[in-house]
């Protein structure tokens, strides 16, 4: 292949149709697999079509399971949480913990903050006291210039609520920022931060290069900041230690909390366990951003950000014993909407927020904070009792004899068969085979 054959052009200008051909035809794929493609197209065309236009060189519908965990009692409100995950046993573990927490007095939960960040990056070639001079002339132009854009959001009680001048030219030759700080009230409000800080970017370098004489000011970009750590939540749960017993295995419940302490403690200060450790509380807490429709990638890099912030990554959660009481606490900065985006227009993802009891933002940030601290409160239990394969081969099982294509009667028989056996892909086909032929 030639360098230019490489290159596919007018791809977004095809058909779907005329996309598979191309596909399929370059790639010498079966024919027989275009029809997947199709049989996951939705019946409906006005849904279908729904889907089609939230992404482009649409090819078709990826399904994900949507499952719920009832039980989740935060602040005293008692939640069915919708999770989308694929992962087979996450729901089962967020469950057991969340039923568990329920009779313990639930998921305790607050927001410290819903502030967001965004930057306008700029480069000034003249002198920087000139700059600071001029800076709350200029903050004052670019906020009259966003006030109609922020009208409506003030009303909501949201709005621009700080812009700052930071000098960054230690770092790099000439380089400025202009942090503006925002409350967005239930939107995630990424499209309304990014609006206003182009206008300001505008009216920033404009203003600087009529009134400013002794330099050159350019925008470099202006976007905004997915790293949020003044929107934070916090979730806890607390028992007294003999309470702890339906999760502590063969260990006594004292010595279980010990030891989750010190599995909390190993997550804090080695990395290698404390990513492991965080990837547990975002299966939860991914698993409702997802099924709310919101942005689970923004939600991901801000929360592995914030647990590398003091200079180290270490673990979202802490665990602490004080006398006869078990606590352990998460914290965690999450960006979350419950209007606008995908939450109205996603018909799923509109029914999740209503199973909800359709939540303000910050309401969803808790439920979303309290799923995560359940499915790691489950997994660092597991793990420092009976180990955490017991749990996931029963799922791992059901996937491999899916894949198997075992019927319900096989499904049976091998379950019951390997209810105290290691599963391993092999075992499983060689016993799923000896049933079929003595079945003939
Ligand atoms: C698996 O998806 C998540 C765990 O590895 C988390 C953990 O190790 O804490 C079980």
Known sequence: MTKNERIISGFSKLNRSQRIDLIWDRLGLDEASRSVLDNFLHQSPATQSLFEEFSENFLTNFFMPMGVVPNVVVNDQSYIVPMVIEESSVIAAASRAAKFWASRGGFQARVTGMV????VHFSWSGESKDLKAAFPFLKEKMLAATHDLTARMRKRGGGITAVELVDKTDELANYYQVDVSFETADAMG?????????IMAGVLVQEMNTKLVSGEASVIMSILSNYTPDSLVECWVECDIDELAPFSGKLKPVEFAQKFTTASRIAQLDVSRAVTHNKGI??????????????????EACGHAYAASNGNYRSLTFAEIDGNRFRYTLRLPLALGTVGGLTKTHPVSKLALEMLGKPDA??????????????????VASLTTVGIQQGHMKMHLTNILNQLGANAEEKSACT?????????????????????NING
């Open 416 to 436: 019951q068969y390997f209810s105290d056996k290691n599963i391993a892909y092999a075992e499983v086909e060689k016993y799923l085979n000896q049933i079929r």
């Open 116 to 119: 967001k960040k965004g930057q």
């Open 190 to 198: 990424a499209n309304f931060i990014n609006s206003c800080l182009e």
């Open 282 to 299: 975002y299966n939860g807490v991914d698993a409702v951003v997802l099924a709310t429709g919101n942005d689970w990638r923004a939600v």
């Open 362 to 379: 910050k309401t969803l940030m808790m439920i979303a904070a309290a799923a995560g601290l359940a499915n790691n409160f489950a997994a």
